[in-house]
Every structure is written in structure tokens, then in C-alpha cells.
């Protein structure tokens, strides 16, 4: 039986930092997937002063914005790779909520393991921003190895 390794990361030295650590106690996998989330574009630019919304961006510019953000993405994973040092592994660059999307690719690809980092926020913080972690350990299809920041 093969296995899946996902390893998530945000191109943070928390999240690098996370990576090695959780890879240097996991078994070796069969396949390497590091991935990235990245925001999904906006299609309209923010409210102005007056709260009226800003302009609707072309199709040209969304076209552009995203493509910045795709490259971004792959630098993330591309930086994280060479830190981690590995060679052999897939890049998977995603878009939307990091959390749900994170689990939606665990399923797709039926991962063995998910490892990523936490910030270690708690009380407020976490409750205004949310946890990717919490989300990922509670809904993941598979075992999940979450390194806290140290």
C-alpha cells in the first residue's frame, strides 16, 4: 500500500521549521505533496471612503492578479522544498480557505498524513482569525501531525 505525505506550508520559518521537524519523525512516504494556499482574487476592488465599492476589475487584471498569486505560491513551495531539502515531491498550489482546502486535497488524494505547523495563537486571536490547524485535525480524511511554533 502506498502512502501520502502532505505537508502544508505558508513560506513562514515557523512553517518551514514545522516541516523539517515533522518530517524527521514521520516515516518516508511513497509521495511528497507540499502544498500551499493562496487567497482567492477579488473581483472588485475595496470600498471607498464615501462606502460606495470600488471599481469591478477586468477580466485582464483578474487574469494577471491571479497568475501573481499562483507564482507567489510556487515560490512558497519551491523555498520550502530546498529548506526541507527534498527533491522528489509533488507541488500543489491551492486556492480559497486554507483549512477546508487542505482537507478536500487530503481526500482527493488520499493521504496518509497531513503535517503542518501552528502559530500557537490562543484565546482572542484564535477566535477572530481561526485556526487552519484546528480545522485540518478536526476534519481531515487521515492522521494529522500538527508541530507547534517553538
Known amino acids: 500500500m502506498s502512502s501520502t505525505t502532505i505537508v502544508c506550508t505558508d513560506g513562514s520559518d515557523l512553517a518551514i ?7 524527521s519523525v514521520l516515516a518516508p512516504s511513497d509521495r511528497l505533496v507540499i502544498v500551499t494556499v493562496v487567497p482567492e482574487p477579488a473581483l472588485t476592488l475595496p470600498y471607498d471612503a464615501s462606502g460606495m465599492g470600488g471599481a469591478v476589475i477586468t477580466p485582464d487584471e483578474a487574469v ?20 526541507v531539502g527534498v527533491t522528489d515531491y509533488e507541488s500543489r498550489i491551492l486556492m480559497g480557505g486554507a483549512g477546508r482546502a487542505v482537507c478536500e486535497l487530503a481526500e482527493e488524494l488520499a493521504a496518509t498524513v497531513v503535517l503542518l505547523g501552528s502559530r500557537g495563537n490562543s484565546g482572542l486571536k484564535r477566535a477572530l482569525l481561526g485556526s487552519v490547524s484546528d480545522h485540518v485535525v478536526r476534519h481531515a480524511p487521515c492522521p494529522v501531525l500538527v508541530v507547534p511554533a517553538s
Request: glycine letters at 12%; charged letters at 20%; proline letters at 0%.
Open 17 to 23: 521549521a514545522a516541516a523539517i521537524a515533522g518530517l
Open 64 to 83: 494577471q492578479i491571479e497568475q501573481d498569486l499562483l507564482a507567489g505560491g510556487t515560490e512558497i513551495v519551491e523555498r520550502t522544498a530546498a529548506a
